[in-house]
Nanobody, 124 residues
Framework: QVQLVESGGGLVQAGGSLRLSCAAS????????MGWFRQAPGKEREFVAS????????AYAGSVKGRFTISRDNAKNTVYLQMNSLKPEDTAVYYC?????????????????WGQGTQVTVSS
């Protein structure tokens, strides 16, 4: 069982930066691939970024590639999403998720545990 708690969301102007954190409980955190997804009002949940249990492999959505960076600190049971050059279209609730896969999955149905989400609002 893994419990996930996101933090770090907020209101930022376009062009600004935010760093999201996801703290995980459970001793097996390091064996899970981790991902970030987001959901804007009236839209489906979409993949943002993911990384393997070791952090050696990553995957990004095309819309955030080059602007967002996912990383993890297994010693702290925490995964991060550094978001730079934010755009109004990045506005959404961001969710952290954990998957029992060895690869950085971009498919939401492969994730077993989800956090409650944190709101990110980017003003123009």
């Amino acid at each position: 069982q893994v419990q996930l708690v996101e933090s770090g969301g907020g209101l930022v102007q376009a062009g600004g930066s935010l760093r999201l954190s996801c703290a995980a409980s459970g001793r097996t955190f390091s064996s899970y691939a981790m991902g970030w997804f987001r959901q804007a009002p009236g839209k489906e949940r979409e993949f943002v970024a993911s990384l393997s249990w070791s952090g050696g492999s990553t995957a990004y959505a095309g819309s955030v590639k080059g602007r967002f960076t996912i990383s993890r600190d297994n010693a702290k049971n925490t995964v991060y999403l550094q978001m730079n050059s934010l755009k109004p279209e990045d506005t959404a609730v961001y969710y952290c998720a954990a998957a029992r896969t060895s690869w950085p999955s971009s498919s939401w149905y492969e994730y077993d545990y989800w956090g409650q989400g944190t709101q990110v609002t980017v003003s123009s």
